[in-house]
């Protein structure tokens, strides 16, 4: 089915409906056992709060926007629009991305290959407003019309005039929330056109000009993590009372006491995790001490606001506070004194701390930062842990998380990995850089406040979901343990509300897990499985195996 059509200029009209309809008869099929399903993806707004907020693009609202109350607060925050839009072209403003944006601005031919690398537009049965390039050109031909000097009169002749009132800035605010920023279609295009930073760009702009944020990424992100020191709310003394639960975890889990290092000087490596590991995962960091320790390397964890907490929101929205961030971090590391910066299982940490922060730090802040996987790649080749495959025997999948892979170019280090410590190891198609996004991209994973639920579950991680049942179609049935190894904390926070949303725990028994839980769950001197999905039965088994 193809979605609905509409002129460009439509997102200006406001006639009290949204742009588009999400007719569950529209959506991508997936494979079995979910080939039969037609779930519907539902706005969440009722009664006063539909009336108080904005939801004309498709009916759903990322940032809770709220409607003007007066033709003159409306006719005020058109123009915040507009000078914060003069910023973005302005070099002064915005030396950071100006070139490329100008490029994506000037050079498009509008050839829409981009269109089929975008998982979100095939899911949603190729709605017209997912069209990676559909914001990017309302954006041109407002650009064009109000900043570059364009000849309005030609531009109505051509059609592609558009007239610049609330009804469209708000549309295109949640436009900016409806892509994950994977870049999948910048990746395609023969161009090098780059859609995603378009989204980026405009988030930016609603952001730092007009205070319109999603909650999670702004509010209860960035601002709460500089100043609690994380974006869970986790406060210094929480963290340390952690970390001492994770040490009598890990000694009652495997019989091994580990000891895990805080604010040591001088150390080779301060590792740094997503926070969301502590609360969500702490086999996850439990995981990494073992290793670490094993491995004889000379690392640490801070204990200072700033020091534990490897997220930075502001890469997917605002640039002033990504750069906020991203100097606790370094400030933390410099009065540590480490060798460098370890970037623990976190996608989006990788790409804001390893790409984009060497273009805000001074040269004194300049700290040298590597990813986990590397790191890890060099200690299971170094012989110093006794690794057996069989005990990861079972059917196992590697997701490749878009900031990790696509966007810092980190692609084989886990893959080696994986094939020395598992013996079904199968990847996904497409995967390394041709991946698809897990759909919790650029912040859905955590926006759980908003409606947005369906959204993200039902259209965003829908490629996601097809590609797990495809990759596992010969094992599908529940009698099978089946294991996404998705090395991201963002990517496991969405693969695991779509196995609760598409109930594929108890239909195929399929789990997640982290990199480093397999590779412990593969140490042939800790007695019972790491992983907790995996039966007591094929424990048993591994034990046998592992005593021949």
């Given at each position: 089915?193809?979605?609905?059509?509409f002129?460009?200029?439509?997102?200006?009209?406001?006639?009290g409906?949204?742009?588009v309809d999400?007719?569950s008869?529209?959506?991508?099929?997936?494979?079995?056992p979910?080939d039969?399903?037609?779930?519907?993806?539902?706005?969440?707004?009722k009664g006063?709060?539909?009336q108080?907020y904005?939801?004309?693009?498709d009916?759903?609202?990322?940032?809770y926007?709220?409607r003007?109350?007066?033709?003159?607060?409306e006719e005020?925050?058109?123009?915040k629009?507009?000078?914060?839009?003069k910023k973005l072209f302005?070099?002064?403003d915005?030396?950071?991305?100006?070139?490329?944006?100008?490029l994506?601005m000037?050079?498009?031919v509008k050839?829409?290959?981009?269109?089929?690398?975008?998982p979100?537009y095939?899911?949603?049965?190729?709605?017209?407003?997912y069209?990676p390039?559909w914001?990017?050109?309302?954006l041109?031909?407002?650009?064009?019309?109000?900043?570059s000097?364009?000849?309005?009169?030609?531009s109505?002749l051509?059609?592609?005039?558009?007239?610049l009132?609330?009804?469209?800035?708000?549309?295109?605010?949640?436009?900016?929330?409806r892509c994950?920023?994977?870049?999948?279609?910048?990746?395609?295009?023969?161009?090098?056109i780059d859609?995603?930073?378009?989204t980026?760009?405009?988030?930016?702009?609603f952001?730092?000009?007009?205070?319109?944020?999603?909650?999670?990424?702004?509010?209860k992100g960035?601002v709460?993590?500089l100043?609690?020191?994380?974006?869970?709310?986790m406060?210094?003394?929480a963290?340390?009372n952690?970390i001492?639960?994770i040490?009598?975890?890990?000694?009652e889990?495997t019989g091994i006491?580990?000891r895990i290092?805080?604010?040591?000087?001088?150390a080779?490596?301060l590792?740094i995790?997503?926070?969301?590991e502590y609360?969500?995962?702490?086999?996850?960091?439990?995981?990494?001490?073992?290793?670490f320790?094993?491995?004889?390397?000379?690392?640490?964890?801070?204990?200072?606001?700033?020091g534990?907490?490897a997220?930075?929101?502001?890469?997917?929205?605002?640039?002033i506070?990504l750069a906020k961030?991203a100097?606790?971090?370094?400030?933390?590391?410099?009065e540590?004194?480490?060798?460098?910066?370890v970037i623990?299982?976190c996608?989006?940490?990788h790409?804001?701390s390893?790409v984009?922060?060497d273009?805000v730090?001074?040269?004194d802040?300049?700290?040298?930062r590597?990813?986990?996987?590397?790191?890890?790649?060099?200690?299971?080749n170094?012989?110093v842990?006794?690794?057996?495959?069989v005990r990861?025997n079972?059917?196992i999948t590697?997701h490749?998380?878009?900031?990790?892979?696509?966007?810092?170019?980190?692609v084989?280090?886990?893959?080696?990995?994986?094939?020395?410590?598992t013996n079904?190891?199968r990847?996904?198609?497409?995967h390394g850089v041709?991946?698809?996004c897990c759909?919790?991209?650029s912040?859905?994973?955590?926006m759980?406040?908003t409606?947005?639920?369906?959204?993200k579950?039902?259209?965003s991680?829908r490629?996601?979901?097809?590609?797990?049942?495809?990759?596992?179609q010969?094992v599908?049935g529940p009698e099978?343990?089946k294991?996404?190894c998705?090395?991201c904390?963002n990517c496991k926070?969405?693969?695991?509300?779509?196995i609760?949303?598409?109930?594929?725990?108890?239909?195929?028994?399929i789990?997640?897990?982290?990199?480093?839980e397999?590779?412990?769950?593969?140490m042939?001197?800790i007695?019972?499985?790491?992983l907790e999905?995996v039966p007591?039965?094929?424990?048993?088994?591994v034990?046998?195996?592992t005593t021949?």
């Amino acid at each position: 089915m193809t979605g609905n059509k509409f002129n460009l200029d439509d997102i200006s009209k406001n006639n009290g409906k949204p742009l588009v309809d999400l007719n569950s008869r529209r959506l991508m099929e997936l494979p079995y056992p979910l080939d039969k399903l037609r779930e519907e993806i539902t706005s969440g707004l009722k009664g006063e709060q539909e009336q108080k907020y904005e939801t004309s693009l498709d009916g759903l609202t990322a940032s809770y926007i709220p409607r003007p109350q007066s033709r003159m607060e409306e006719e005020a925050l058109v123009q915040k629009f507009l000078d914060g839009l003069k910023k973005l072209f302005s070099t002064q403003d915005n030396w950071t991305f100006i070139q490329p944006l100008t490029l994506t601005m000037d050079y498009c031919v509008k050839c829409q290959t981009c269109n089929n690398a975008c998982p979100i537009y095939e899911a949603s049965g190729r709605q017209e407003i997912y069209r990676p390039t559909w914001r990017s050109e309302v954006l041109r031909r407002i650009y064009r019309k109000y900043i570059s000097g364009g000849n309005g009169f030609l531009s109505r002749l051509k059609g592609d005039d558009i007239d610049l009132n609330w009804a469209t800035i708000a549309r295109l605010a949640e436009a900016a929330y409806r892509c994950t920023i994977c870049r999948r279609c910048a990746q395609t295009c023969p161009l090098g056109i780059d859609n995603g930073l378009v989204t980026h760009e405009l988030r930016k702009l609603f952001s730092q000009e007009m205070g319109i944020a999603p909650k999670e990424l702004h509010e209860k992100g960035t601002v709460l993590q500089l100043k609690i020191g994380s974006s869970t709310g986790m406060s210094p003394k929480a963290f340390t009372n952690t970390i001492e639960f994770i040490e009598d975890d890990i000694a009652e889990r495997t019989g091994i006491k580990v000891r895990i290092p805080l604010d040591r000087k001088g150390a080779d490596i301060l590792l740094i995790h997503n926070t969301g590991e502590y609360f969500s995962w702490p086999e996850n960091v439990a995981a990494f001490a073992i290793i670490f320790e094993k491995a004889g390397l000379k690392w640490t964890l801070s204990s200072e606001l700033g020091g534990y907490e490897a997220v930075n929101y502001g890469v997917w929205y605002d640039d002033i506070q990504l750069a906020k961030v991203a100097m606790s971090q370094a400030r933390v590391a410099k009065e540590l004194n480490v060798g460098k910066i370890v970037i623990g299982e976190c996608g989006h940490a990788h790409k804001a701390s390893i790409v984009i922060s060497d273009r805000v730090y001074p040269p004194d802040f300049k700290i040298p930062r590597e990813s986990c996987f590397p790191v890890l790649e060099k200690i299971v080749n170094s012989g110093v842990l006794k690794l057996d495959p069989v005990r990861n025997n079972f059917p196992i999948t590697l997701h490749d998380p878009c900031n990790t892979v696509r966007l810092a170019g980190i692609v084989a280090p886990q893959r080696r990995i994986m094939k020395q410590i598992t013996n079904q190891f199968r990847e996904m198609n497409p995967h390394g850089v041709n991946n698809y996004c897990c759909g919790g991209g650029s912040g859905f994973a955590i926006m759980t406040g908003t409606n947005m639920r369906d959204w993200k579950l039902g259209i965003s991680g829908r490629m996601k979901v097809k590609q797990v049942l495809d990759v596992f179609q010969d094992v599908i049935g529940p009698e099978t343990v089946k294991y996404i190894c998705a090395p991201c904390s963002n990517c496991k926070g969405q693969f695991r509300d779509l196995i609760n949303y598409y109930n594929l725990k108890e239909l195929c028994n399929i789990s997640y897990t982290g990199l480093v839980e397999l590779i412990v769950n593969a140490m042939s001197e800790i007695p019972r499985p790491f992983l907790e999905a995996v039966p007591a039965v094929e424990a048993q088994e591994v034990k046998e195996e592992t005593t021949r």
